[in-house]
């Protein structure tokens, strides 16, 4: 992989096997044989050959109606599901927002739940003790930070969630729909702290469905259509298509 790519995804494709409700009674099974045995090898393919390079520094937006693969493929530059075919390399340290408080334990306070969420990222004890209070002034989350998450609102959760990320100090970032939660205030916030890790040359790979934000924020957009690439390019180029057919 070249010095200067930041994350090389090459052939890659994806599919799950679609697992339905089993006869259980005799009547059913004779009743139902012929779905059981059609259903039972019923593949869902997700992406299909997908080939992009994102260089160090680019923000680039996944986009694309519901179901065309974006999540997915997040989720395999992440390595929290792997592909089938094809292979994904990136270079440098990575972190990721995918799914609200993921890696967050309930029964945790706020403050513990940064530690074990940061532990995750690859802090150390003493670089989570260095980074605590700057992570808690940014969640605004001083009077709560001592409660079980399980008491937090979605929008108290994100705003834990993000604070850690950001805090990671990580080369690449990937973001999915994880802004659209929380007041205006906040995201706002959140907006302006990705423009900062931006233009300090960060990679950062988002997937959503706000339009608004693919323009002010993204210099590229890559369109996922049925698990295919459909176009990749500058973001306005991309964007025109897109609503073309889409909007």
């Known amino acids: 992989m ?40 019923d593949i869902l393919y997700v992406l299909k050959d997908i080939n992009i ?7 680039v937006a996944l986009i694309g109606t519901n179901g065309s693969g974006k999540s997915t493929l997040l989720k395999l530059m992440n390595k929290i599901i792997y592909p089938n075919k094809g292979t994904i390399s990136t270079n440098g340290k990575l972190t990721s927002l995918l799914e609200l408080g993921a890696g967050f334990h309930d029964d945790f306070t706020g403050r ?8 995750i990222f690859g802090l150390t004890r003493k670089e989570i003790d260095d980074k605590l209070d700057e992570i808690i002034k940014f969640s605004e989350l001083e009077d709560f930070i001592d409660n079980p998450v399980r008491t937090y609102s979605s929008g ?11 805090n990671v100090e990580a080369d690449i970032l990937l973001i999915d729909e994880i802004l659209a939660v929380g007041d205006q205030h906040f995201q706002d916030k959140c907006f302006n702290k990705l423009i900062e890790l931006k ?17 002010k924020f993204c210099n590229r957009a890559i369109w996922l ?3 295919e690439v459909r176009k990749d390019g500058k973001t306005a180029d991309v964007l025109e298509e897109y609503l073309k057919v889409c909007g």
């Open 53 to 59: 390079t994102i260089e160090k520094g680019e923000s």
């Open 199 to 215: 233009e300090a040359g960060k990679t950062i790979v988002i997937v959503t469905h706000s339009m608004e934000q693919v323009k």
């Open 112 to 119: 513990e739940n940064i530690y074990f969420n940061a532990s």
């Open 156 to 166: 108290m959760y994100m705003r834990l969630a993000f604070s850690v990320a950001i």
């Open 2 to 41: 070249e010095k200067n790519t930041a994350i090389k995804v090459t052939h890659v494709s994806k599919q799950f096997k679609l697992y339905y409700d089993k006869s259980n009674t005799l009547k059913e099974k004779i009743l139902f044989f012929s779905k059981d045995n059609k259903k039972k090898d």
């Open 225 to 227: 259509y049925k698990g």
